[in-house]
């Protein structure tokens, strides 16, 4: 779905107020009743609170259900985006939006601009999207659903993203700048960067194969697995080697010496990204070498001459004298167990599990979006199928925003008034 921000900059503090009310219901509601909305808002009369929703409805932040049995809404992925809008704008980390580089089956990528004028990446997590083909197909997959929903989902995939993100950064890995996540979405840093995927022939082949294989055994050694290490999750990023460019300083005009390149490579997505402990550790490993393999031989027409690397001996490097294990470092940053329990099964259940389409970041323009999966999005709205099918009460909650994010978003009388938003709010997406 297309990032909207149209309605953003029109929308009153008691507007904001009636929103979060509308997510901190859906925690344990399908469909939010009004009275309850009217009493998570904390606004006094309830005429004000019908003029909210009506404004939050017509900018399809919310919706009504259709022959629901007592009145009341339900939160909208526009809602969720909004929400985690105002928490970036609030936040100071997001000023302005621009366009949108990259379609995945997955997330949607935005470059966005901070408050210093800095281009960052907005990455959000949809995980939804790729569900409603599956479960037309094979409704009993409803049935088995016992607590989130599908924006709950994309919670914890961007949770997930954005703790490994971070503790990769910390410990010398190429990846993005992590900069913030609220709810399903992540900042990063904007990299400088090709995929893998359309670079069509490189100098040294044999060299970018090793230094890619090489990134696998290092995330081995600190107990991690990416699970999704394939040429779309590759950046390439191109680099004057300092020798070469000492020698090019000081040489003559009439040289003829050529700049020296070296090829970088950065990694990105990870919510598949998984212990060397887990069940099936030693098939994502596998996978993700035999992608490299696969990808070397069929576009520069490379083989190694070497077998593996293999599981046995990589999981053996893990947490040795040398390392630690980030793996155990993410889950008490606060990516739990169960989290981590949770999504794996969703993604291993709707086939979210590496296949299809990729995210793209860096120099790239936006891939070939799913059209049919955009109206099963729109048909699976109407329908409900956004939020727990089963109805009932959710222990876990589908959104469990941080105490810092409804914190913000009910701050009364402190949080800047309507006409100030314009001043600060989100660009218009052109």
Same mark, same amino acid.
């Given at each position: 779905?297309?990032?909207?921000?149209?309605?953003?900059? /029109?929308?009153?503090?008691?507007?904001?107020?009636?929103?979060?009310?509308?997510?901190?219901?859906?925690?344990?509601?399908?469909?939010?009743?009004?009275?309850?909305?009217?009493?998570?808002?904390?606004?006094?009369?309830?005429? +004000?609170?019908?003029?909210?929703?009506?404004?939050?409805?017509?900018?399809?932040?919310?919706?009504?259900?259709?022959?629901?049995?007592?009145?009341?809404?339900?939160?909208?992925?526009?809602? $969720?985006?909004?929400?985690?809008?105002?928490?970036?704008?609030?936040?100071?980390?997001?000023?302005?939006?621009?366009?949108?580089?990259?379609? &995945?089956?997955?997330?949607?990528?935005?470059?966005?601009?901070?408050?210093? +004028?800095?281009?960052?990446?907005?990455?959000?997590?949809?995980?939804?999207?790729?569900?409603?083909?599956?479960?037309?197909? %094979?409704?009993?997959?409803?049935?088995?659903?016992?607590?989130?929903?599908?924006?709950?989902?994309?919670? $914890?995939?961007?949770?997930?993203?954005?703790?490994?993100?971070?503790?990769?950064?910390?410990? +010398?890995?190429?990846?993005?700048?992590?900069?913030? =996540?609220?709810?399903?979405?992540?900042?990063?840093?904007?990299?400088?960067?090709?995929? $893998?995927? =359309?670079?069509?022939?490189? !100098?040294? @082949? *044999?060299?970018?194969? *090793?230094?890619?294989?090489?990134?696998?055994?290092?995330?081995?050694?600190?107990?991690?697995?990416?699970?999704?290490?394939?040429?779309?999750?590759?950046?390439?990023?191109?680099?004057?080697?300092?020798?070469?460019?000492?020698?090019?300083?000081?040489?003559?005009?009439?040289?003829?010496?050529?700049?020296?390149?070296?090829?970088? @490579?950065?990694?990105?997505?990870?919510?598949?990204?998984?212990?060397?402990?887990?069940? %099936?550790?030693?098939? /994502?490993?596998?996978?993700?070498?035999?992608?490299?393999?696969?990808?070397?031989?069929?576009?520069?027409?490379?083989?190694?001459?070497?077998?593996?690397?293999?599981?046995?001996?990589?999981?053996?490097? *893990?947490?040795?004298?040398?390392?630690?294990? $980030?793996?155990?470092?993410?889950?008490?940053? &606060?990516?739990?167990?169960?989290?981590?329990?949770?999504?794996?099964? /969703?993604?291993?259940?709707?086939?979210?599990?590496?296949?299809?389409?990729?995210?793209?970041? &860096?120099?790239?323009?936006?891939?070939?979006?799913?059209?049919?999966?955009?109206?099963?999005?729109?048909?699976?709205?109407?329908?409900?199928?956004?939020?727990? !099918?089963?109805?009932?009460?959710?222990?876990?909650?589908?959104?469990?925003?941080?105490?810092?994010?409804?914190?913000?978003?009910?701050?009364? =009388?402190?949080? !800047? @008034?309507?006409?100030?938003?314009?001043?600060?709010?989100?660009?218009?997406?052109?």
């Amino acid at each position: 779905m297309k990032l909207d921000t149209k309605a953003l900059r /029109y929308l009153t503090t008691e507007d904001w107020r009636v929103l979060t009310a509308v997510e901190m219901g859906s925690k344990n509601h399908e469909i939010v009743p009004t009275p309850l909305i009217t009493q998570l808002s904390g606004l006094r009369g309830g005429s +004000g609170v019908h003029k909210c929703i009506s404004t939050l409805a017509k900018a399809n932040l919310i919706a009504r259900m259709k022959n629901a049995k007592y009145d009341g809404y339900r939160l909208t992925y526009g809602g $969720l985006d909004y929400l985690a809008l105002h928490t970036h704008l609030k936040r100071q980390t997001l000023y302005s939006t621009g366009n949108c580089i990259g379609v &995945g089956k997955e997330s949607d990528i935005y470059v966005v601009a901070s408050s210093t +004028g800095a281009q960052l990446i907005l990455k959000i997590h949809r995980l939804g999207r790729i569900s409603f083909r599956s479960i037309k197909n %094979n409704r009993d997959y409803l049935k088995h659903r016992s607590s989130a929903s599908w924006m709950y989902m994309s919670r $914890l995939s961007a949770l997930k993203e954005y703790a490994f993100m971070k503790v990769l950064k910390e410990n +010398g890995f190429r990846v993005p700048e992590p900069v913030a =996540q609220s709810r399903h979405t992540v900042v990063m840093e904007l990299i400088d960067a090709f995929p $893998l995927r =359309q670079i069509q022939e490189v !100098p040294d @082949p *044999a060299g970018l194969y *090793a230094d890619l294989i090489d990134i696998v055994l290092r995330l081995a050694t600190f107990g991690l697995i990416h699970g999704d290490f394939n040429e779309f999750n590759i950046l390439i990023r191109e680099e004057q080697t300092p020798a070469v460019e000492e020698a090019r300083n000081t040489e003559t005009e009439d040289s003829e010496s050529k700049p020296g390149i070296t090829l970088i @490579p950065v990694i990105i997505d990870f919510p598949q990204m998984v212990s060397v402990d887990h069940t %099936n550790a030693e098939m /994502y490993f596998d996978r993700d070498i035999n992608c490299i393999k696969q990808f070397f031989e069929r576009r520069f027409s490379f083989v190694s001459d070497e077998p593996g690397p293999f599981f046995a001996d990589a999981k053996k490097l *893990a947490g040795g004298p040398k390392s630690k294990r $980030l793996d155990i470092e993410v889950e008490a940053s &606060g990516f739990s167990r169960k989290m981590a329990k949770e999504l794996g099964k /969703y993604m291993q259940e709707v086939g979210v599990d590496g296949d299809g389409r990729h995210d793209q970041i &860096g120099h790239v323009e936006a891939g070939d979006p799913d059209t049919s999966s955009t109206s099963s999005i729109e048909e699976a709205s109407s329908d409900g199928l956004l939020q727990d !099918p089963g109805g009932n009460d959710s222990s876990d909650g589908l959104f469990e925003s941080s105490k810092e994010d409804e914190a913000e978003a009910f701050h009364g =009388q402190s949080d !800047p @008034p309507a006409t100030n938003m314009a001043e600060v709010t989100l660009e218009e997406n052109r």
